[in-house]
């Protein structure tokens, strides 16, 4: 193979990638090494793929423990090296090693750039750490690094979960005043945030004004009101408010409405939204499935129960255990021991193909 020059360095890169997702560490790291057997030359960019391999495979220990290691011996760092250990320890809310990263790229001479202090001030959002989040994103000002329409989203996001209206609205005004134009994504914050303080009338103007801007609104609007609206038991005006939508739901729309009913014991209305949604040819998920099966097993309408479990492993999709459980022991309740049978040898038969969802 060396010798037709068959192998690159995306070969190698791609196996790791395998080794890496299958969690197996020391072959990820060792078919980077074997580039050099074949004549490739190991440089920055590769050791830093690598890295971001680790990282991107929830292995950022080790990802770390290679940095360390390697650094200044086999490869110098650059400020991407530091960002890629960041966004890995961000991703696993390791604030503790998200800082000393960000000391250690500050000591070697490299100042955060907006993709590191995003992926900072994002974490210590996601940690509700929002004091240490404000500090951050002060800091980079003062540092004359302008702010992106990301770390605003994660700052009104973070603020607005927690019901700090006022903080979310000042970090909306001031992303006004960044330069960037305002997109659907801080929009869907801000309409986030008033519907976490039950503000809705506010809402529902921030969604009028997007529409004045031509930003949207988008599914992702629509889902973040109708998850607000059924969290306050306002079902009747979720529906209406689904009814009313100026663009095409999304499954995961769909999913809110179909597991609403089905919560509200309206088995008839939930089939309604699922045949919609078939009509236009979006299919449905996973949790949308166990919903309906869930709640048709409740009812016990076992023959409508079993026919969308059919239809779940027809499409491929493997029902979680909890579903399955109890689609199971209602049949046995009623008698049904034929049926079960007939369905353990489908999810047998299932399990022996490549699976979806």
């Known amino acids: 193979m060396k010798a037709k020059k068959l ?25 980077f090494h074997k580039m050099e057997e074949f004549g490739f030359k ?9 890295l971001d391999t680790l990282s991107k495979s929830r292995n950022v220990g080790d990802a770390q423990k290679v940095f360390d290691k390697m ?38 001479g490299f100042e955060p750039d ?9 974490a210590h959002c996601k940690a509700k750490k929002y004091e240490e989040a404000i500090r951050f994103f002060n800091e980079m000002e003062q540092r004359n690094c302008k702010p992106s329409p990301h770390i605003f989203c994660s700052l009104i996001n973070g603020l607005g979960s927690e019901k700090k209206l006022n903080d979310a609205l000042e970090f909306f005004e001031r992303s006004k005043s960044s330069g960037f134009p305002l997109e659907a994504p801080t929009y869907n914050a801000l309409v986030g945030a008033y519907c976490w303080s039950q503000r809705m009338e506010d809402a529902y103007k921030t969604v009028d004004e997007m529409r004045l801007k031509g930003v949207g609104p988008n599914a ?3 889902d973040i009101i109708l998850h607000h609206l059924i969290r306050m038991q306002r079902s009747k005006e979720a529906y209406e408010v689904y009814q009313t939508m100026s663009c095409e739901p999304t499954v995961s729309t769909y999913e809110i409405m179909v597991r609403m009913f089905c ?13 919609e949604m078939k009509g236009k ?3 449905p998920g996973m949790h949308m499935f ?7 097993c409740h009812e016990n309408k076992l023959d409508e129960a079993c026919e969308y479990f059919n239809e779940m492993l027809d499409v491929g999709i493997r029902p979680p255990g909890h579903m399955f459980s109890r689609l199971k022991q209602t049949l046995l309740d009623e008698g049904r021991k034929d049926k079960v049978t007939d369905l353990v040898v489908k999810m047998d038969r299932l399990r022996k193909t490549q699976l979806v969802g």
Not at 7 to 30: D, H, M, N, P, Q
Not at 114 to 122: E, M, P, R, S, T
Request: no cysteine.
């Open 290 to 296: 166990s919903s309906l099966i869930t709640a048709l």
């Open 42 to 50: 190991m440089e920055s960019s590769d050791f830093n793929r690598m």
């Open 220 to 222: 992702r609007t629509y």
């Open 114 to 122: 907006v993709v590191a202090y995003g992926i900072i001030i994002n």
């Open 7 to 31: 192998l690159s360095k995306e070969t190698f890169a791609l196996i790791s990638r395998r080794y890496a997702r299958a969690r197996k560490v020391k072959e990820a790291i060792g078919a």
């Open 71 to 108: 650094k200044k011996k086999r490869f110098e760092p650059d400020i991407k090296s530091y960002t890629i250990l960041l966004e890995g320890w961000g991703q696993e809310l390791n604030l503790l090693r998200v800082d000393e990263v960000n000391r250690e790229m500050k000591d070697e």
């Open 281 to 283: 040819g979006v299919l």
């Open 263 to 275: 919560n509200k014991e309206r088995l008839d209305m939930a089939i309604k939204i699922w045949d």
